[in-house]
Nanobody, 123 residues
Framework: EVQLVESGGGLVQAGGSLRLSCAASGFTVDDYAIGWFRQAPGKEREGVSCTTSDGITYYADSVKGRFTISSDHAKNTVYLQMNSLKPEDTAVYYC?????????????????WGKGTLVTVSS
């Protein structure tokens, strides 16, 4: 059974950093694309970043230069390092998996989803 479990969310002040983790089970992150999405209150879910099995990465314009996606294949985990956080980054962050990142631009464009972790950035 494919499972994704996010962790690492919390409350941080603007300008601070957090690292989110997405622990995968039931499959190997080597073979799948892993995406990070977020959904703020009252807003549509949006793709934040995605990494393919070949290591190609994508970022939303709003997070380029601040967020970094990476994989630890030994731990079967994908991370999202978030620096220079802004209040507008406040959202529930989800990781998702699919064969590739082609669905990353759609709110629910990937097949498997975690339950999310809340990130709150205070001003």
């Amino acid at each position: 059974e494919v499972q994704l479990v996010e962790s690492g969310g919390g409350l941080v002040q603007a300008g601070g950093s957090l690292r989110l983790s997405c622990a995968a089970s039931g499959f190997t992150v080597d073979d799948y694309a892993i995406g990070w999405f977020r959904q703020a209150p009252g807003k549509e879910r949006e793709g934040v970043s995605c990494t393919t099995s070949d290591g190609i990465t994508y970022y939303a314009d709003s997070v380029k230069g601040r967020f970094t996606i990476s994989s630890d294949h030994a731990k079967n985990t994908v991370y999202l390092q978030m620096n220079s956080l802004k209040p507008e980054d406040t959202a529930v962050y989800y990781c998702a998996a699919d064969w590739d990142c082609s669905g990353y631009g759609r709110p629910y464009g990937m097949d498997y989803w975690g339950k999310g972790t809340l990130v709150t950035v205070s001003s």
